[in-house]
């Protein structure tokens, strides 16, 4: 997500942080540059226009030009700027005791699926959501949107497939909603590929009837510019309160997230992240600028973790690696852990400066599929040579390699850098201390308000993990623990 922009903008900056003077000149080159990564990142010609003018009259007023390092300043200037232009503050839904939520887009963009991840979210967070399956145009539509309730626990309401009239669904759904326990309804509706007339004049007179607290569209950010028109064209039909903008996963532009608040006025109020049910998130626009920085987001990795990863069984593994025990049947558990965190990109994009160390990692070295070989190799293995890594001699490795489906150097590499891995994790080295004292993390409370982002760390450089829990209220005490730069030419468990 956004890492064209993302890389232009951190040659835009380094040239910026490295100014001690600012002249016109150069300011105006800088900013060029800047407009050009916008534009590029498909954002909306006159919303980058407008951008760049308020970022380009802040940078040269004398609070800029006096400063010691003026294009550190010009540097947070635009970062509060993108936050302004991403909304200012995370809006939350307004749905009061008794909501009802519309939520309409094009085909293609993932309605039906968004509508049963936010049920879900709406779930998690308390709420009694029920869904009513409104799309009488799309085949399987009302089916794909009732397997999907059953995932997610929440019950559906699915008219018979010969139904035509919407009108009708939706009253018949609001009478059987009055049997069930709930306090928000969720009305998936048709689409079309193109926004038309007859699809407007429905969704009026649904709008009309339920006369909904939100009305959400729900928009591919891949479609770029197209989105920001059809956002346009649904605001007039229905009036919506906000948006919710869906694979951002795979888009590696962003331009439409730029572009949406400022055409539309309304707010975007999740987004999609990926294809799992429970891959929804709340936008929040000064995290979102963050990420854009090459800054990461900290507090969305910590609540990520929180909501999928169980911390007695994280902190057992810990202590077993510190105590040297650690062996593949942890391995396989931790590989489980992460697989449950989404897209190991993505994962590892919300650590600050992460965008310049991908560039160092060779091809494919955050393929989802790596991780996939890696846990056939070790299911391949008896109970006892999971437990005891030193059993496997090369006969077994070969058999573990024709029951995995993968060559034999990949089953040597893994039980190489797993053995690397036990003997740093739990030595006395850097690792091994770093290990030890996110022990901190044990003592880690609700209730105390996010972290704050940490410094982009110097090229090619973890966080320094002190600073980082120190951040966090976590403790890490002693001596500073910056992980070193990875040595040149390690593959590490992902090879090539």
Known sequence: MFSILSDKLDDSFRKLRGLSKISESNIAEALRDIRMALLDADVEYSVARQFMAIVKEKAQGEAVLKTVKPGEQIVKIFQDELTTLLGGEAEQLQLGEQGRILVVGLNGAGKTTTSAKLALRLKTDGRKPLLIACDLIRPAAIDQLATLGKQIDVPVYTPSNSEKDVIRVAKDAIKWAQGIEHDVLIFDTAGRQEVDDTLIAELRKLSKLLNPQESLLVADAATGQQAVRVASSFDKAVGLTGIILTKLDGDARGGAALSMRAVTGKPIKYTGDGEKLDMLSPFVPNRMADRILGMGDIVGLVEKA?????????????????????????????????QSLGPLDALLGLLPGFGKIKKQLPDGALDSKKIKHMEAIVLSMTKAERSNYKLLIPARRRRIAKGSGRTEIEVNRLIKNFKEMKEMMGGKGKMGGMMKAMQGMQGMQGGKGMPQMPQLPADGEMPDINALMAQMGQGGKGGKMKMAKAPRGRKGFFGR
């Not at 007695?312 to 062996?327: H, I, L, Q, T, V």
């Open 306 to 338: 929180a909501a999928n990863i169980d911390e007695k069984s994280a902190m057992k593994a810990m202590e077993r690696m510190m105590s040297g025990e650690f062996n593949f049947n942890d391995f396989l558990s931790q590989m489980k852990m992460m």
